[in-house]
């Protein structure tokens, strides 16, 4: 089946940048998408990247795809204390763009002052 | 404001008892989604449904169930069946133009 693997643990000091990668099997998808989790509370959407793009950039956020590798990775730049929480890459199942999303198990980022 | 609710946001049971989760969304969403959160798992979807009176299991659906009478609900129901009930449930719905999912607060549920 599709599977989307990322590491669990990221610590950075604030002001520093961090890079959370995630690599995935399906490579049929239109879109990838990274989410965000802060405590206690549903995800939303951080950003995404159609599957024809290379990069993606958006304020302080920028997002690689390696299609070769099949691998995503989540830039974040001048690192805050308020982007501590947890970031999931997701790939649509069976490719599509509707909402059957396969989750990776999510990267904890942790922003020391 | 547009949203999805999600009640109750803490939920205790005790073994062998059913649990229903409500979930209601108005941003007149076609398509709404169960994730099961685990620590250190990511989100696997649970049920699903495309449209109202319809709905189809996802990768873990032994031991719930669900309904879709209106549009706006989509309540999932964790029955006595399912081994390892302790989780936290996220209901979701999808906007058919960018396949974004948009969830709500969650809810947490124990099984004592």
């Known amino acids: 089946g599709e599977d989307v693997e990322q590491s669990l643990f990221l610590s950075v000091r604030e002001g520093d940048s961090s890079v959370i990668n995630c690599t995935y099997t399906d490579s049929s998808s239109t879109y990838l998408y990274w989410y965000k989790q802060e405590p206690g509370a549903g995800l939303q959407l951080l950003t995404y990247?159609?599957?024809?793009?290379d990069m993606k950039q958006d304020q302080r956020l920028t997002v690689l795809l390696n299609k070769k590798d099949k691998h995503l990775s989540l830039r974040i730049a001048d690192t805050q204390t308020g982007d501590s929480a947890i970031y999931f890459c997701a790939d649509p199942q069976g490719g599509t763009s509707y909402g059957k999303l396969t989750f990776g198990q999510g990267t904890i980022l942790t922003v020391h002052p | 404001d547009g949203g999805i609710t999600q009640s109750p946001k803490y939920l205790f049971r005790k073994e062998g008892q059913n649990v229903t989760l409500s979930c209601e969304q108005n941003l007149n969403h076609d398509a709404m989604y169960w994730y099961r959160q685990d620590p250190g798992q990511g989100l696997r979807l649970i049920y699903y449904?495309?449209?109202?009176?319809?709905?189809q299991k996802g990768d873990i659906a032994e031991g719930y169930s669900v309904s879709r009478e209106k549009k706006e609900s989509f309540p999932l129901t964790v029955t006595s069946a399912q081994k390892n009930p302790t989780a936290f449930y996220l209901c979701a719905s999808t906007d058919r133009n960018t396949g974004e999912l948009f969830f709500g607060e969650g809810s947490r549920l124990t099984v004592l």
């Open positions: 449904s495309q449209i109202v009176n319809d709905f």
């Open positions: 990247i159609f599957s024809n793009m």
